[in-house]
């Protein structure tokens, strides 16, 4: 898993060029300003899904553009059987997208296909997701070492708020054979993110 922090739009425009470019299969996580995850989906460099809320396609590209700052972007690899099946056929064509995207970075707002309007229907989150994720990595990852990313990562896939996220945590925990110290990590994640703010 690849992390960067605090990239503006440019960077994780041309970072997402970069995968595609490069043939990757994986999802590219990036939560955005307003502290809401979004993701994209590749396999074979091609961009196949896309996803912010419950918004989906292009958008959802348009509203994840809409930030100008990335606190956290990164990419999990995954097979590429693994995310056929999440195949969105209303997306256009990889280089029409990646002309958006470089649209977006001249800071020409992308409005959806057709051009029809988008309302802004997001509100801002006040939940900083990014540290909520970092707190379960950094706590799993003394259990199951370093592919506690990639176990968080399969779970963290659908989650669009924290309480998504808590939801998903006795199942993280599942991931630790030992039942005491599965207990200890729910208790030690809870306590920490009582603490964000």
Do not use: W
């Not at 309302?119 to 989150?125: G, T």
């Not at 990852?141 to 989650?159: I, K, N, Q």
């Amino acid at each position: 898993m690849e992390k960067i922090r605090n990239l503006n739009s440019d960077s994780a425009v041309n970072k997402i060029e970069q995968l595609c470019i490069a043939q990757h299969s994986g999802t590219i996580f990036m939560v955005t300003e307003k502290k809401v995850m979004s993701q994209i989906l590749l396999t074979e460099g091609e961009i196949i899904a896309i996803q912010y809320l419950s918004m989906r396609g292009m958008e959802a590209l348009s509203l994840i553009f809409k930030t100008t700052c990335f606190p956290m972007f990164y990419f999990a690899k995954r097979d590429q059987s693994d995310i056929k099946p999440k195949v969105d056929n209303s997306l256009p064509s990889l280089n029409n997208i990646l002309g958006m995207l470089n649209k977006a970075k001249q800071g020409v707002e992308y409005n959806g296909v057709g051009g029809e309007k988008i309302s802004d229907k997001v509100e801002a989150n006040n939940v900083d997701i990014t540290k909520v994720m970092e707190i379960i990595i950094t706590e799993l990852t003394m259990h199951l070492g370093p592919v506690a990313p990639m176990v968080c990562e399969e779970y963290f896939e659908d989650a669009k708020s924290l309480s998504d996220i808590m939801g998903s945590l006795d199942k993280i925990s599942s991931e630790i054979d030992n039942a005491a110290k599965a207990n200890e990590f729910k208790r030690l994640v809870t306590e920490k993110i009582k603490r964000i703010g």
